[in-house]
């Protein structure tokens, strides 16, 4: 089961027609709705589960520019500027803090990477610095093996998948949106090129513009508009610990470990190199698409075989939209957690920090990542299907960039000029000739 997420409560009644219709309650798809409502129009966010109920509330908690693929910097450094600004926006608390995040280097091409992604992250407005020796003890509190040298990102920060976006919720309907929770949408009707509407389970509801930010989902959702998508899901196993005293407060990224600290006092704890992929058909349709990322990070990457191969071959045929969709006959995906990837971890862990010798696990959950062959989300128009806006394929990087995306998703809804150049998240670059590929890693 995943992690407790601060409940929203679901607005009765289902309007009839709306402004706009977001499908998904993630981290996207609430922030998309908050600055829908303040620009005027009425949106109603349809989520078939619960608002955060998959990857949304699930990640790793960072706020991070550090690493970032160049194509994300704009996105990322307004980013953070709206989550410092949620209280002006009306949001309670997100658990948001600048603690920093550093990633570890112990190679000499490692550091000479890092020094290069701070010299083209300066050109952006990112400050970012390579540090070593003390001024990485100083980071690394009470480690007995710190790196030699690291990327520091001191503006970079954390806050708490199981507040975030429920509180953003809140705060969009308090400015006039509709949040309708288990309520699936089975699809859209059109006619002529555009939308007409947006069936779900408990009424149709008139609308010209839709919103997809439905994570994991939007591959078969958008299948079934006679649209590609290359998209796959990655398992990611995420655990929380009883509250820790010592040790970093930074986010903290050297190989297996990857942790940042909780406002319980616990450890968010994962496995900072290792990613499962649970084979699907779709792990076949796309092989070529995906081959250069899997070519630059095969060595963090198993593959799995089961169950998540036979669901989703069940699920793949379209339904009418009169009947249960695949959307309603799993409310949430909830994968088991791997618990051998917390085991190293924790051993790690334990081993470099004498103050979390003690610390103890006590919940591990799993998700989908929703992975694009670019590694860099969809934040786009659709051209063959006019008013439809897809926000998707944030590979991990989601959370963080979420306020972003979202503000981005509502400069295209409403016509605005868009406050960060959305080219390099075109839909269209996965089918006209670019081949566009993940950036090199170090």
């Known amino acids: 089961m995943g992690p407790q997420v601060d409940p929203v409560a679901s607005d009765i009644v289902v309007p009839k027609e709306a402004d706009v219709v977001i ?34 509330s699930r990640n790793w908690g960072w706020v991070r520019q550090a690493d970032r693929d160049p194509r994300e910097f704009d996105l990322i450094r307004e980013a953070m500027r709206l989550w410092r600004e949620m209280g002006a926006h009306g949001v309670g608390d997100t658990g948001f803090r600048e603690t920093g995040i550093f990633f570890a280097a112990r190679r000499a091409r490692e550091i000479d990477g890092y020094r290069n992604w701070v010299k083209a992250a300066a050109g ?13 003890k100083a980071v690394m509190k009470d480690d007995l093996s710190p790196p030699p040298a690291g990327l520091w990102c001191a503006s970079d920060g954390r806050a708490e998948p199981q507040k975030a976006a429920p509180a953003i919720a809140l705060a969009a309907r308090a400015k006039g949106a509709v949040i309708l929770t288990d309520c699936a949408a089975r699809g859209l009707e059109t006619a002529a090129g555009e939308i007409v509407s947006v069936v779900t389970e408990r009424g149709t509801i008139r609308t010209k513009r839709v919103v997809l930010a439905a994570g994991a989902w939007s591959r078969r959702f958008l299948k079934d508009l006679g649209l590609t998508l290359p998209q796959l ?46 084979l699907t058909p779709d792990h076949f349709r796309f092989a070529l698409d995906f081959l250069p990322a899997l070519a630059s990070d095969w060595k963090h990457l198993s593959l799995g075989f089961g169950e998540r191969f036979f669901r989703d071959i069940d699920d793949w045929p379209t339904r009418p939209l009169d009947k249960v969709s695949p959307y309603e006959k799993t409310r949430v ?103 566009p590929k993940p950036a090199s890693r170090l």
């Open 124 to 136: 952006h407005g990112i400050s970012a610095e390579v540090i070593e020796g003390e001024a990485v």
């Open 233 to 278: 899901k990655m398992r990611s196993t995420v655990s929380r610990t009883a509250p820790v005293t010592g040790g970093p407060d930074a986010g903290i990224w050297d190989d297996v470990i990857g942790i940042r600290k909780r406002a319980d006092g616990g450890l968010t704890v994962a496995n900072g190199i290792a990613n499962v992929a649970a």
């Open 333 to 435: 995906l909830d994968p088991k957690p791997d618990l051998r990837f917390l085991r190293r971890t924790m051993g790690e862990l334990k081993r470099r920090f004498p103050p979390f010798r003690e610390a103890r696990i006590v919940q591990a959950w799993a998700g989908f990542i929703d992975v694009t062959p670019d590694v860099v989300p969809v934040i786009s128009e659709t051209e063959s299907l006019a008013g439809l806006v897809v926000a998707t394929g944030f590979s991990g990087h989601g959370f963080g960039i979420g306020p972003g995306a979202g503000w981005l998703v509502a400069d295209l809804v409403t016509g605005a000029t868009p406050f960060v150049d959305p080219r390099h998240f075109r839909l269209s670059r996965f089918s006209d000739g670019s081949k």
């Open 23 to 56: 499908v998904g309650g993630g981290i996207v798809g609430t922030t998309a709705a908050l600055y829908l409502a303040e620009r005027g129009l009425k949106p109603v966010l349809l989520e078939k589960g619960h608002i955060a109920g998959e990857q949304s």
